[in-house]
């Protein structure tokens, strides 16, 4: 586990959407090592949350 802090410098969302990528920026860096399959990770959850908001 890795014990750094992000620090949040500037927001226009929800307190519940930025509890919401806190945690899975905080799943993909634990699950990956490499940026570019970070990125992917938060890509592949976000697409997916705004995919079942717009369905709803």
Do not use: G, R, Y
Request: negative net charge; aromatic residues 4%.
């Amino acid at each position: 586990m890795n014990d750094c802090k992000a620090i949040i410098k500037n927001v226009d969302m929800s307190e519940e959407m930025q509890q919401d990528s806190m945690q899975c920026a905080t799943q993909a860096l634990e699950k990956h090592n490499i940026e570019k399959d970070i990125t992917a990770h938060i890509k592949k959850d976000f697409d997916k949350k705004m995919f079942l908001k717009a369905s709803s």
